[in-house]
């Protein structure tokens, strides 16, 4: 598995395939297009390996694999964590949900929170409506499919109220469900949304 290690951009996460010294580093994607969220840690990029833990997973019930990927994914967000107040899961529409009877990201994001303290809130966001898979999809098609997906209930707002939240799912690939999922945290008074992944799909820059 080709796990993520400094140095890496402080924003998105993406490794650096050269040693560009220390301090916060930033990569063109992070200058030129900055996320909705505050800054996003992965544990290994998307390759073979990382693609067969997470489909074991989400697409063939192994949910004794949550609990090691989990502990990879706090080591790899470790700063992330401790600034958090509260760890919220990238949620399932409830079709999808009775469907596949489980959501992968609350079984990745129940056990950080267990490790590391910050309460666990599986429902303070929403899916509000079904969206297309984004399997296929371009960057822009993918931010154009998730407008206005997530929300905040309001009866669940207090929930995330000035509180730095810290959004966890299984891999990020353009970052567009993350960059909706926090915008939508912000809209409901969240005062910053981190993004903690297990897999990031992409190559090292540079």
């Known amino acids: 598995m080709r796990l993520i290690e400094e140095p890496f951009c402080d924003r998105l996460g993406v490794p650096f395939a050269i ?10 994607q ?6 909705v969220f505050g800054r996003s840690r992965a544990v290994a990029l998307y390759d073979e390996v990382a693609r067969g833990l997470v ?34 899961p990238v949620p399932l529409h409830h079709w999808r949900l009775w469907r596949r009877r489980f959501n992968q990201s609350a079984l990745l ?16 966001l929403a899916r509000r409506r079904a969206t297309r898979s984004q399997v296929g999809l371009s960057r822009a098609a993918r931010a154009e499919n998730l407008s206005g997906a997530f929300r905040v209930p309001p009866e669940r707002a207090h929930l995330v109220a000035g509180r730095r939240v810290l959004l966890v799912d299984d891999v990020r690939t353009t970052g567009a469900t993350g960059n909706a999922a926090a915008r939508a945290l912000l809209r409901g008074g969240a ?13 090292p820059v540079g």
């Open 30 to 35: 992070a200058i030129a297009q900055p996320p």
């Open 191 to 203: 005062a910053s949304v981190d993004l903690l992944t297990f897999a990031l799909v992409g190559e």
């Open 109 to 124: 994001a129940r056990p950080i929170a267990e490790g590391a303290g910050p309460p666990f809130l599986p429902h303070a």
């Open 55 to 88: 489909h074991r997973l989400k697409y063939e019930d192994r949910h004794d694999l949550a609990r090691p990927m989990a502990r990879m994914m706090g080591a790899a967000g470790r700063a992330l964590i401790d600034e958090a107040d509260c760890v919220v």
């Open 19 to 28: 040693d560009l010294g220390t301090g916060r580093l930033l990569s063109p």
